[in-house]
């Protein structure tokens, strides 16, 4: 089954389940046609371009007992919503002391490697997982896909549920058109489509995988990153040097257990990450792992600026095969 | 509207003799407004509140000590003391509050998709000042309520001033015709008067409850105690020795100093500074003051009045008491 497929699947099942959770936001009833045409046009509603308005309405409608899965169709729109996570979403089941939840999802598209720029490619995961009280989560493969999106669906509390555009293919196609075979891109065929269950199972928040066992170097990652690690994990095994690889799954909460046991026996951390370096994920990860009193060497391959829109100079700024190859060899030559 | 004001007079004290921490934002003054309209609601309504949101649950039902103990920071408060005044939540009443101008749009708005989902007669209220007018999400959620006919009760306390900013400066057209603009039905009421208020509401409510989507309010009112406790301007009012001496060295020497706006736009600034202090000093004494009107108007059942006022001041009394005797050891106690 394709990654988005998985997506949709997952949802099908909770939707028919459960009542109470409704699909809104921009454009869906083009995107979501399927569930659109099974669940009828008030549980699939199409919004204006008001994400403040609706992003803020759906904390509400959950607190009122309903379960919104709002679209926000990139997460670089985000932005204009913010107040809806950082001081709503975020805040009111501590605000209340704990006697009001608010069980929504947030899904959006994310990430680079395709060539539409800085304001259309950005992960962000880091800079939301920032806040306290809202849960993040990022698949690399269908099978997480359809089992995290049904673990968001049983959440009391909020949770960000971003799909990567390398694997979630229909939205480079929706966005532009996937036709123009003179464009390269590079996408991840085993995130794009893999095995499934029949009958899809929660996948436990805050639970990474070892997606394949090394003994030199841990190198943890999320989403497209993971499968650059694996294709860098194949050139390096040619250098004698064999990584264990950690699929993060979810960032917030963050399987620092799993990491540990991993760089325990490696001694050597790499962290893959198409989101920001500074103030992010990698360094959380770092400081983690410190806090838990290992001794390791450490490094980072990570986007460090604005992603520019030409091809070439997109492919330098995000991470690849290549920076992840060199960045492992450098770290343990060290 | 008396057992408001002499709860939040209350609050006013125990802030000022530091039982309460942080900003302090009162409703004094809007008391016609929230009286007139939360009188109406019933159970399954939901409310959606701004930084003031102490008046209209105390209107609501919730239980006052709960509301007191919140501000005080107390584990019993009716969140465990972990909002304070400004983010206080009520699940069995469907109120919420925040602190953050414009959002209860939004929130109201989320309330009524609830309702309508539900296929209920529910409505939400949102209650917000006219500052929040200006507010992106509030005109998203004026658009987003009227596009999808959604049952919300738009409620702006139009005092005229957005925190220390007069709102006429920075207010382009009249907000009735504004709402009106987003193709929903828009009056203005006079809410320092609970009468035109309720009839305003009710007829607002009932057009709401019967499937026509949102309606607008626009009640003006005045905030007697400025826009929160210690509000800089009236501080100034109230103390100008103390307060002018603190800042006028500086403010002359902005005034003298080399380099900067010609004279005459700085002796303007200046003056723009102190009539500022001066018009916001005036709020205090503003008549007429609302729960003052209500109560002359109930003079020919003088007696009930009088029973209904020391029934409150003794219950307000008794609720001050318990809070003070509760937090006297501490926030868990």
Same mark, same amino acid.
Not at chain 1, 197 to 205: A, F, G, Y
Not at chain 2, 22 to 50: N, Y
Not at chain 2, 93 to 111: C, N, Q, R, T, Y
């Given at each position: 089954?394709?990654?988005?497929?998985?997506?949709e699947s997952a949802l099908a099942q909770a939707m028919a389940k459960d009542e109470s959770i409704f699909i809104l936001g921009e454009d869906v009833h083009t995107l979501?046609?399927?569930?659109?045409?099974?669940?009828?046009?008030?549980?699939?509603?199409?919004?204006?371009?008001?994400?403040?308005?609706?992003?803020g309405a759906a904390v509400t409608a959950a607190m009122a007992g309903l379960r919104p899965v709002v679209e926000i169709m990139l997460v670089d729109f985000i932005g204009?919503?913010?107040?809806?996570?950082?001081?709503?979403?975020?805040?009111?089941?501590?605000?209340?002391?704990?006697?009001?939840?608010?069980?929504?999802?947030?899904?959006?598209?994310?990430?680079?490697?395709?060539?539409?720029?800085?304001?259309? !490619?950005?992960?962000?995961?880091?800079?939301?997982?920032?806040?306290?009280?809202?849960?993040?989560?990022?698949?690399?493969?269908?099978?997480?896909?359809?089992?995290?999106?049904?673990?968001?669906?049983?959440?009391?509390?909020?949770?960000?549920?971003?799909?990567?555009?390398? +694997?979630?293919?229909?939205?480079?196609?929706?966005?532009?058109?996937?036709?123009? $075979?003179?464009?390269?891109?590079?996408?991840?065929?085993?995130?794009?489509?893999?095995?499934?269950?029949?009958?899809?199972?929660?996948?436990? +928040?805050?639970?990474?995988?070892?997606?394949?066992?090394?003994?030199?170097?841990?190198?943890?990652?999320?989403?497209?990153?993971?499968?650059?690690?694996?294709?860098?994990?194949?050139?390096?095994?040619?250098?004698?040097?064999?990584?264990?690889?950690?699929?993060?799954?979810?960032?917030?909460?963050?399987?620092?257990?799993?990491?540990?046991? $991993?760089?325990?026996?490696?001694?050597?951390?790499?962290?893959?990450?198409?989101?920001?370096?500074?103030?992010?994920?990698?360094?959380?990860?770092?400081?983690?792992?410190? !806090?838990?009193?290992?001794?390791?060497?450490?490094?980072?391959?990570?986007?460090?600026?604005?992603?520019?829109?030409?091809?070439?100079?997109?492919?330098?700024?995000?991470?690849?095969?290549?920076?992840?190859?060199?960045?492992?060899?450098?770290?343990?030559?060290? | 509207?008396?057992?408001?004001?002499?709860?939040? !007079?209350?609050?006013?004290?125990?802030? *000022?003799?530091?039982?309460?921490?942080?900003?302090?934002?009162?409703?004094?003054?809007?008391?016609?407004?929230?009286?007139?309209?939360?009188?109406?609601?019933?159970?399954?309504?939901?409310?959606?509140?701004?930084?003031?949101?102490?008046?209209? +649950?105390?209107?609501?039902?919730?239980?006052?000590?709960?509301? +007191?103990?919140?501000?005080?920071?107390?584990?019993?408060g009716m969140c465990a003391g972990q909002g304070g005044h400004m983010h206080l939540f009520s699940k069995d009443h469907l109120a919420a509050s925040s602190g953050i101008?414009?959002?209860?749009?939004?929130?109201?708005?989320?309330?009524?998709?609830?309702?309508?989902?539900?296929?209920?007669?529910?409505?939400?209220?949102?209650?917000?000042?006219?500052?929040?007018?200006?507010?992106?999400?509030?005109?998203?959620?004026?658009?987003?309520?009227?596009?999808?006919?959604?049952?919300?009760?738009? #409620?702006?306390?139009?005092?005229?001033?957005?925190?220390?900013?007069?709102?006429?400066?920075?207010?382009?057209?009249?907000? #009735?015709?504004?709402?009106?603009?987003?193709?929903?039905?828009?009056?203005? #009421?006079?809410?320092?008067?609970?009468?035109?208020?309720?009839?305003?509401?009710?007829?607002?409510?009932?057009?709401?409850?019967?499937?026509?989507?949102?309606?607008?309010?626009?009640?003006?009112?005045?905030?007697?105690?400025?826009?929160?406790?210690? *509000?800089?301007?009236?501080?100034?009012?109230?103390?100008?020795?103390?307060?002018?001496?603190?800042?006028?060295?500086?403010?002359?020497?902005?005034?003298?100093?080399?380099?900067?706006? $010609?004279?005459?736009?700085?002796?303007?600034?200046?003056?723009?500074?102190? $009539?500022?202090?001066?018009?916001?000093?005036?709020?205090?004494?503003?008549?007429?003051?609302?729960?003052?009107?209500?109560?002359?108007?109930?003079?020919?059942?003088?007696?009930?009045?009088?029973?209904?006022?020391?029934?409150?001041?003794?219950?307000?009394?008794?609720? #001050?008491?318990?809070?003070?005797?509760?937090?006297?050891?501490?926030?868990?106690?």
């Amino acid at each position: 089954m394709r990654f988005a497929q998985a997506i949709e699947s997952a949802l099908a099942q909770a939707m028919a389940k459960d009542e109470s959770i409704f699909i809104l936001g921009e454009d869906v009833h083009t995107l979501r046609v399927n569930l659109l045409t099974r669940f009828g046009a008030d549980r699939v509603k199409s919004t204006p371009i008001s994400e403040s308005a609706f992003l803020g309405a759906a904390v509400t409608a959950a607190m009122a007992g309903l379960r919104p899965v709002v679209e926000i169709m990139l997460v670089d729109f985000i932005g204009v919503a913010m107040d809806a996570i950082l001081n709503h979403a975020a805040k009111i089941a501590s605000f209340s002391g704990g006697k009001w939840h608010v069980p929504l999802v947030i899904r959006a598209a994310c990430g680079g490697g395709y060539g539409d720029a800085g304001q259309h !490619e950005q992960s962000l995961w880091g800079w939301l997982a920032h806040i306290p009280g809202i849960n993040v989560v990022v698949p690399s493969n269908p099978s997480d896909a359809g089992g995290l999106m049904l673990t968001a669906l049983s959440q009391q509390e909020p949770v960000i549920y971003l799909e990567h555009k390398l +694997l979630a293919d229909y939205w480079r196609d929706y966005l532009g058109g996937t036709s123009r $075979s003179n464009i390269s891109i590079n996408v991840p065929a085993a995130g794009v489509e893999g095995e499934v269950p029949d009958h899809w199972e929660p996948v436990p +928040l805050g639970k990474s995988t070892v997606v394949k066992k090394g003994k030199d170097i841990t190198i943890a990652s999320a989403a497209v990153g993971v499968h650059q690690s694996i294709e860098a994990a194949s050139i390096l095994e040619k250098e004698g040097i064999s990584a264990e690889i950690i699929d993060l799954r979810s960032i917030v909460p963050l399987d620092i257990e799993g990491l540990v046991a $991993s760089v325990k026996k490696t001694g050597a951390l790499l962290v893959v990450d198409e989101d920001y370096k500074m103030f992010g994920l990698s360094g959380e990860i770092c400081a983690s792992l410190k !806090e838990s009193g290992l001794t390791f060497k450490y490094g980072r391959v990570c986007t460090e600026t604005t992603i520019p829109f030409a091809r070439a100079l997109e492919d330098q700024v995000l991470p690849n095969t290549k920076r992840i190859v060199d960045e492992s060899t450098k770290l343990l030559k060290a | 509207m008396i057992r408001s004001r002499l709860f939040e !007079e209350a609050v006013k004290q125990l802030w *000022d003799a530091g039982n309460i921490s942080g900003e302090m934002h009162l409703g004094i003054g809007e008391e016609a407004v929230i009286a007139g309209v939360v009188s109406q609601l019933t159970d399954g309504d939901a409310m959606a509140l701004d930084h003031r949101g102490t008046a209209a +649950l105390l209107m609501r039902g919730v239980d006052p000590l709960s509301i +007191l103990l919140e501000c005080m920071g107390h584990a019993r408060g009716m969140c465990a003391g972990q909002g304070g005044h400004m983010h206080l939540f009520s699940k069995d009443h469907l109120a919420a509050s925040s602190g953050i101008v414009g959002s209860a749009g939004p929130a109201a708005a989320g309330f009524a998709i609830a309702a309508k989902y539900k296929k209920s007669d529910k409505i939400a209220v949102a209650f917000f000042g006219e500052g929040a007018m200006n507010q992106g999400m509030m005109l998203e959620s004026l658009n987003l309520a009227a596009a999808w006919k959604l049952p919300v009760l738009f #409620v702006c306390k139009d005092n005229g001033w957005a925190i220390s900013t007069q709102s006429k400066d920075v207010t382009g057209g009249n907000l #009735v015709d504004r709402a009106k603009g987003f193709g929903i039905e828009a009056v203005a #009421v006079d809410g320092m008067d609970v009468e035109a208020v309720w009839k305003a509401a009710f007829e607002a409510i009932l057009k709401i409850r019967s499937g026509n989507g949102p309606f607008f309010i626009q009640a003006k009112c005045e905030h007697r105690e400025g826009h929160f406790l210690g *509000d800089p301007l009236l501080r100034f009012h109230e103390a100008p020795i103390k307060n002018y001496g603190q800042v006028l060295g500086p403010l002359m020497k902005a005034l003298f100093s080399r380099k900067g706006a $010609s004279m005459l736009k700085r002796s303007r600034s200046m003056g723009k500074v102190l $009539s500022l202090i001066s018009l916001s000093g005036k709020q205090r004494k503003l008549e007429p003051d609302p729960v003052d009107t209500s109560q002359k108007k109930q003079q020919e059942d003088k007696l009930r009045l009088d029973q209904i006022k020391e029934a409150a001041a003794k219950g307000i009394g008794s609720i #001050v008491q318990q809070a003070l005797e509760i937090t006297k050891g501490g926030r868990d106690a």
